[in-house]
């Protein structure tokens, strides 16, 4: 069993900057593949972006492309999203997923675990 925490939502200006946190309580970390999804109001969840266990592969979706960067320290078991250049059209809940070896990692029916979410509100 794993539990998720994320942290790190707020309200920011358009143009501003937020970094998320996700500490996941698993004792073999570094064997999950982690993701960001995000949820808007009436929306289905989205894919973010993910990273390998090891933190050697990323892949971004394409709209945060330049804007957001995911890291991991497998250390401190813990996830983490910069978003830079955030937008209006940002604005959703943010969770952190985990897996081992999703069939596919953009997907969020790959993934067996979940956050609670943590809010981002971009202001125009």
């Known amino acids: 069993q794993v539990q998720l925490v994320e942290s790190g939502g707020g309200l920011v200006q358009a143009g501003g900057s937020l970094r998320l946190s996700c500490a996941a309580s698993a004792r073999t970390f570094s064997t999950y593949t982690m993701a960001w999804f995000r949820q808007a109001p009436g929306k289905e969840r989205e894919f973010r972006a993910y990273?390998?266990?090891?933190?050697?592969?990323?892949y971004y979706t394409d709209s945060v492309k330049g804007r957001f960067t995911i890291s991991r320290d497998n250390v401190k078991n813990t996830v983490y999203l910069q978003m830079n250049s955030l937008k209006p059209e940002d604005t959703a809940i943010y969770y952190c997923?985990?897996?081992?070896?999703?069939?596919?990692?953009?997907?969020?029916?790959?993934?067996?675990?979940w956050g609670q979410g943590t809010q981002v509100i971009v202001s125009s």
């Open positions: 990273i390998s266990g090891s933190g050697g592969f990323t």
């Open positions: 997923a985990a897996a081992r070896a999703p069939y596919e990692a953009t997907s969020a029916v790959s993934y067996n675990y």
